[in-house]
Every structure is written in structure tokens, then in C-alpha cells.
């Protein structure tokens, strides 16, 4: 009988899995298109919506992220972009105590 999956096991592949569902919706299904980023964060990350940002925050976002300029973001883009949001919530987070969060 095989063992279970681990937590960073299942995490890493829900980081895979989730790239994989929306870039695959138009064009090209290995990069993310400027809507299906758009619709990612929104329905992936919808506590940025809580943030009050100024215009055209998404678009210097997809700029940043676009490393080469091609208009869309590929794995590695987006790899990036999830380990400074990893780095981000872990400075926010380093006191608090060490809680797994629950599924959904």
C-alpha cells in the first residue's frame, strides 16, 4: 500500500495543477494569456481583491512577472511570482504560531 501524500508533496502539486487549469484555457497551454492570469488571481488569490491598489496595478503586475517580453507568463514566470508570494506570507507570518491551514 502506498503511503499518502506529505503536505508540501500536495502543495507543490496543487501549485503545478493550478497553473495547468487556466493556461490552458486559450492560445498557448503552456503560458498563462493576460486573462487567464487575471481570472487566476481573482479566483485563486481573491484577498487581493480586498487590497486597495492604484490603477493599472495589474498590468505593471503581468510586466513584472513577463521576464521575456512575450506577453503571456510562462511556468517560470509564474513559479517566481508563487515563491515572493511564499516569501511575503512567511515575514508576515514568522511569529505567528505554526497552524496548518484547513481545506476548503
Known amino acids: 500500500m502506498m503511503a499518502p501524500p506529505q503536505t508540501l508533496q500536495q502543495a507543490l502539486a496543487v501549485l503545478v495543477c493550478t497553473f495547468q487549469r487556466y493556461s490552458k484555457q ?5 503560458t498563462l494569456s493576460r ?4 481570472e487566476l488571481l481573482e479566483k485563486e488569490l481573491p484577498s487581493l ?9 495589474f498590468e505593471e503586475l503581468l510586466s513584472i512577472l513577463d521576464a521575456n517580453k512575450d ?10 511570482f ?8 512567511h515575514e508576515f507570518f514568522v511569529d505567528s ?3 496548518l491551514p484547513r481545506g476548503q
Open 26 to 30: 486559450e492560445g498557448d497551454r503552456f
Open 35 to 38: 486573462g487567464e492570469l487575471k
Open 49 to 57: 481583491g480586498d487590497v486597495q491598489v492604484k490603477e493599472g496595478a
Open 71 to 80: 506577453g503571456e507568463v510562462d511556468f517560470q514566470e509564474y513559479i517566481r
Open 82 to 89: 508563487v515563491a515572493v508570494a511564499c516569501t511575503l506570507c
Open 97 to 99: 504560531p505554526v497552524v
